[in-house]
């Protein structure tokens, strides 16, 4: 299983980086994050759809795409998990969409297996990563049986 995390916005040095860098470096399936950013200054709406293409040009053919959303389906993380297994069984490619501030278009989220919440709260785009990477990580050790997560 190969997972892609395809996010609006670049990172700089600080603590958001490095709480991606720090749940990235412990995730033991490939991981590959591509960060895409329109450098123009468009109008909101036209800013949606031009993240949009640049993250679906990011994305690995063949990929299951999950695309987060706030309007999406929220797991438990050992629901989660669960699918983390299937996917695993089916040594499926993942990609993770994750839009910029105004969130993603529906041309990401139309064209996803899955549209994930990762609950009711908004939250800012670029603490999103590593809240994903998190749970990513989370599975990772439930599916092994380890004691990072406690139910």
Known sequence: MHITIVAAGRHKAGPLKAL?????????????????????????????????????????????LVALDGRGKAFSSADFAQRFARWREADAALAFAIGGADGLAESVTDRAKLVLSLGAMTWPHLMVRGMLLEQIYRAQQILAGHPYHRA
């Open 20 to 64: 991606e860098q720090f749940y990235a470096e412990r995730i033991r399936w490939p991981l590959a994050i591509r960060e895409i950013e329109e450098r123009r200054k468009l109008p909101p709406a036209e800013l949606k759809l031009r993240e949009a293409e640049l993250i679906l040009a990011a994305m690995p053919k063949d990929a299951i």
